[in-house]
């Protein structure tokens, strides 16, 4: 097996985060970190969703479920 093989699957793998809603592993380009910095919401209304659903919005999401989230958070 070749090592620059090696190196490169370790690479992605180390790049590799999961979503706090979905649990599905992302790259980490393709994911964003503290939606809740971004959430037009008061700090309260973001605090019940968190407990309610058992999530953190400070931690990875994946695209759908951030986008789905804001919009429920939001509306």
């Known amino acids: 097996m070749d090592i620059n093989s090696i190196e490169a ?4 793998k ?4 999961q979503c706090d ?8 380009d393709d994911v964003f970190l503290d939606i809740s ?6 700090n309260t209304e973001i605090e019940i969703y ?3 659903n058992q ?6 999401w994946c695209v759908d479920c ?3 989230t804001l919009k429920e958070i939001e509306r």
Request: with cysteine; aromatic share 12%.
């Open 55 to 60: 999530v953190n919005l400070s931690n990875f």
């Open 50 to 52: 968190e407990k309610n």
């Open 66 to 68: 951030s986008s789905k």
């Open 37 to 42: 910095e971004i959430c037009d919401a008061t």
């Open 14 to 17: 180390d790049d590799l985060r």
């Open 21 to 28: 809603k979905c649990k599905s592993m992302f790259h980490i």
């Open 9 to 12: 699957y370790e690479s992605f």
